[in-house]
C-alpha cells in the first residue's frame, strides 16, 4: 500500500473510531456517573484509607460548615512546615522524610545516620547498566526513559516478585537511591545522541545528600551553591507525598492491588505523572510566562499584566485553552502550603542569581491572576497557586533543564508512592475494581457478506 493511501484509511479509520468512542454525554448525569471519581463539588469520592499523609484545604465551624481554610500538608501526622523548620539547622532532610513516610516516625540520630548509609550503599547502578540500557535507543523523553530503566531492574532483582514487607523495602530503598542516576543519566545521553553535546558523566559521592548528589551529577563542573542544594531539598520533601488520591499514587495502590511486582507498579506511577494535567504541568506554567514575558512590556505595569492575562482567559492568546497555569487546585483553597515555601525560597534564589525583576513578575502574575479568574469565571471558592506555578522557576534558577523537571517530581514522589505501596500490600485489601455501566446496544451477529450487501443496499 503507497505511503499516501495508507495516510488516507488511518485518517478515515481515526474519524470511525473517534465516532465509536463518543458516548452520549447526558448519559453521565443521568446514572450520576462520578467522573474523574470525583462527586459534583469535585470533591474526590473516598475510595481507601491511608495514615501515610493528609491534604487539608477547609475546616469545619462549630455549626457544621466546611469552610476555605490555609492549606495545611501532613506527613505521618507532621506539619510539613514544622518538619522543614525542624531540619533547617541540619541543611539535608529529604532522607529523613522517606525515613518517616516509610516506616512512620521520626528516626533517631543513629537511626537516620545507618539509614543515610543503606541508601548511599544502593546508589550505584548494575555493571554496565549505564551503557547496555540507558545509552541503548535514548528517548528524548526522560519520564520514558526513567520507565524503561525501572522496569529493566527487574531483571537484576534476585527475587523481584517476593511481597514480603523486608523484601518491598529492600526494592523500595533500591529504587529511592538510584532514581537519580537514571534520570541524570538518562538526561546527559539525550544531550549527547539528539543534541551532539559532550557526553558527561559523574558518579554519586556517598558523603553527599541525595540532593547534592543530583546537582553535582547534572552540572558539568559539578558545583552547585549551597542555597542550591537546600532548596533543592525542600523541593523534593514538598515533592515526595501528596495523599492518596493523586492520580499517580491512586495509580500506585490500583496496580499494586493486583499483587504484581514493584518495578511494574513504579512504571505505571511514572507513566500516570508523566501527564501535563499532573507531573507536566510546572511545564505549561514556564510556556505561559515565556509568553507573557514576550508579549507584556512593562513588568510591574499591573494594566498592562491584567489585560493580557484576561486575553488568556478568554482563549485569545498563549495555548488558547483558557487557563492561567499554576492558579487553583482541587483540595486547596486559601493557599498551597508547597507553595508558599517554594515562593519563599524562590525570592531567596531571585536575590542570588539576580533575577528579582522576573520574581516580581511572578508575584504579579499570581496576584492578577486570581483576581481576573474571579472575575471572569464568577467563582466564590477562593483561587491559590499551586505547588506548579513556582516550582519551575526555581528549578530553572538551579539551571535544571525543563527535560527534568517532571523527573524531579518523580525523583522525590517515589518515596511516597512505595510506602503507599507497601501500606496497600499489607492490609491486603481487595484488588480495585471500580464499575462502568454499559450504556450501548446489544446486537446481532451479522456474516461478512450480509455486511457488505448491508452497505451496498444503504449507498
Not at 539547622?89 to 533517631?108: H, M, S, V, W
Not at 523541593?235 to 493523586?246: C, D, K, S
Not at 505547588?387 to 522525590?412: H, K, R, W
Request: net charge negative.
Amino acid at each position: 500500500m503507497e505511503a499516501s493511501v495508507r495516510i488516507k484509511k488511518l485518517n478515515e479509520l481515526a474519524e470511525k473510531s473517534h465516532r465509536s468512542g463518543m458516548i452520549d454525554q447526558s448519559l453521565y448525569q443521568e446514572y450520576d456517573v462520578k467522573r474523574g471519581l470525583r462527586d459534583s463539588s469535585g470533591k474526590g469520592v473516598l475510595t481507601g484509607l491511608t495514615e501515610i499523609s493528609d491534604v487539608v484545604g477547609t475546616r469545619i465551624t462549630r455549626h457544621g460548615r466546611r469552610v476555605p481554610a490555609e492549606g495545611v500538608l501532613y506527613y505521618q501526622g507532621y506539619d510539613t512546615k514544622d518538619l522543614i523548620k525542624g531540619i533547617s539547622d541540619r541543611r539535608f532532610g529529604y532522607e529523613e522524610i522517606c525515613y518517616l513516610l516509610l516506616f512512620g516516625t521520626l528516626p533517631t540520630k543513629d537511626e537516620l545516620d545507618d539509614f543515610i548509609e543503606i541508601l548511599a550503599e544502593y546508589r550505584e547502578l548494575p555493571d554496565e547498566f549505564t551503557r547496555d540500557i540507558i545509552m541503548k535507543a535514548p528517548t528524548k523523553n526522560m519520564m520514558n526513559a526513567l520507565q524503561k530503566c525501572v522496569l529493566t531492574l527487574y531483571s537484576y532483582d534476585d527475587d523481584p516478585e517476593n511481597l514480603s514487607v523486608g523484601n518491598l523495602l529492600d526494592q523500595s530503598l533500591n529504587l529511592i537511591a538510584k532514581m537519580p542516576l537514571i534520570a541524570v543519566y538518562s538526561y546527559h545521553t539525550y544531550r549527547h545522541y539528539h543534541l551532539g553535546e559532550n557526553l558527561v558523566i559523574r558518579n554519586p559521592k556517598p558523603e553527599l545528600s541525595l540532593a547534592e548528589n543530583l546537582l553535582q551529577m547534572l552540572h558539568e563542573d559539578g558545583k552547585y551553591t549551597a542555597l542550591e542544594a537546600k532548596v533543592m531539598d525542600v523541593a523534593l520533601i514538598l515533592h515526595a507525598e501528596h495523599g492518596g488520591g493523586n492520580n499517580s499514587t491512586f495509580t500506585t495502590h490500583v496496580v499494586s492491588s493486583t499483587n504484581t511486582d514493584t518495578y511494574s507498579a513504579i512504571a505505571a506511577s511514572l507513566g500516570s505523572l508523566k501527564g501535563p494535567r499532573h507531573g507536566g504541568a510546572n511545564l505549561k506554567v514556564q510556556e505561559m510566562f515565556t509568553d507573557i514575558k514576550e508579549n507584556v512590556k512593562d513588568w510591574d505595569d499591573d494594566a498592562e499584566i491584567r489585560d493580557y492575562l484576561n486575553k488568556i482567559l478568554d482563549r485569545e492568546t498563549f495555548d488558547r485553552a483558557g487557563l492561567i497555569y499554576g492558579l487553583g487546585h482541587a483540595v486547596y483553597t486559601l493557599s498551597d502550603p508547597r507553595a508558599v515555601i517554594l515562593k519563599d525560597f524562590a525570592k531567596q534564589l531571585s536575590v542570588e542569581k539576580g533575577l528579582e525583576k522576573e520574581f516580581r513578575l511572578y508575584e504579579n502574575v499570581e496576584r492578577i491572576g486570581k483576581e481576573c479568574m474571579k472575575e471572569k469565571r464568577q467563582l466564590l471558592k477562593p483561587i491559590c497557586a499551586n505547588v506548579d506555578f513556582y516550582s519551575g522557576f526555581v528549578y530553572s534558577m538551579m539551571e535544571f533543564p525543563s527535560e527534568l523537571f517532571t523527573p524531579l517530581f518523580a525523583i522525590a514522589r517515589i518515596s511516597g508512592w512505595l510506602a503507599h505501596r507497601i501500606e496497600e500490600l499489607v492490609n491486603q485489601g481487595k484488588i480495585i475494581r471500580p464499575a462502568y455501566k454499559y450504556v450501548g446496544h446489544h446486537r446481532e451477529y451479522m456474516e461478512l457478506e450480509e455486511r457488505d450487501e448491508q452497505i451496498r443496499e444503504l449507498s
